[in-house]
């Protein structure tokens, strides 16, 4: 599988946090590398805006309008946590993880386990229009306050 360059984020230290990830990507050097760089391409195409963070202590964080989701190796599982994947519908039922909680859903890929693009792609859009919609209520929100 192709690890693939993506094209690095114009947000500050983007550069250096798609590095970071293609270089974590390289490390793993396994069935967890390929299904991180493919659900890594799958995010942008389903959004060429997405930024690529690298947050806490080395986690890939992918942006855009807030956390979409970070992508996370275990020895296990590769994990997609989406920041408000409560609020996002799932009609493919990819979340699999993390399901009790009130904010956050997760996805756990294991090794060999097929990914559902479409479906996936779809989650990351709604994902990106919950952030949408929620940073535009917290400016309509502010200007209410300033007047």
Known sequence: MKRGNVKPTSRPGGEAASA??????????DWRGDTLAQVRRLIHDADPHIEEEWKWM???V?????IVCTGESYKQVVKLTFARGAAIEDPKKLFNSSLEGNVRRAIDIREGEKI????????????????SA???????KKKKVKR
């Open 20 to 29: 970071k990830i293609t270089k974590r990507i390289e490390e793993l050097g």
């Open 134 to 140: 929620a940073l535009a209520e917290r400016a309509a």
């Open 116 to 131: 559902n693009e479409a479906a996936l792609k779809q989650l990351v859009r709604a994902a990106v229009a919950a952030n």
């Open 58 to 60: 080395g986690t890939p």
């Open 62 to 66: 992918f942006s855009h309008d807030g």
